[in-house]
């Protein structure tokens, strides 16, 4: 089904025991604002290695930066955290295919990548701030709940995920990462896609895989990718 789609067209589904399958998941597409849960996860790193509390005003800079996916809000906390900090995300995750920029929007991911990194959260989000920080992802706003987070809630799926949007001269960007949890069974979710023809053209490709991923089991290994 995918293959037959506009623009290019990657996903990726990882399962907790860190067994990944998709197609062209290993593709690198820019990552428009999907990248802000990494970001997220950086700066909860920072104030953590820091030892310090975290401050009120960087709690709603995070929350803007997340729930309502604010421009000017990431790139107030990505000038804090870098592209180093980025990188140390990306390793934490066992991200291989990730290649930091100097403008955040622009980082290089793979739909692997992402499923990796977001069947990790518990692991690059620091403890100690593990609970604001799923919280956030838990929690974006209604009207950003397409894709994979539309389809899943139908399904009975719990969802933390971070979409990603942009027109470039090529085309839509459309992209989607999230983690899922029901009745025990827990698994990752990454659909990237460029070169769409329009926004919810993308959007509706990217629910078309979702719906069909998930029309697989329920085990902990997560559905198959027929």
Known sequence: WAAGREGRVAFAIAGPDGDLHGRNEHETFQSASVVK?????????????????LDPAIA???????????????????????????????HRAGMRDFRSSVI???????????????????????????RFGLGLLGSIAPEQRWGIARVASAHGWSVRFKGGWRLDPGGQIVNQAAELRRDGAEQAIAVLTDRQPSMSYGIATIEGIAERLLRGGTDRRGPGTQ
Request: aromatic content about 4%.
């Open 60 to 90: 709603a800079e995070l929350r803007r930066m997340i729930t309502v996916s604010d421009n000017d809000a990431a790139t107030s906390v990505f000038a804090r955290v870098g592209p180093e900090g980025l990188d140390a995300i990306a």
């Open 104 to 130: 955040w929007g622009a980082t290089e991911i793979s739909a692997a990548d992402m499923a990796a990194m977001f069947a990790r959260l518990g692991t690059v989000i620091p403890e100690r701030h593990e």
């Open 37 to 53: 849960a990494m970001i997220l996860a950086a700066e909860l790193q920072r104030v953590a290695d820091a030892g310090r509390r």
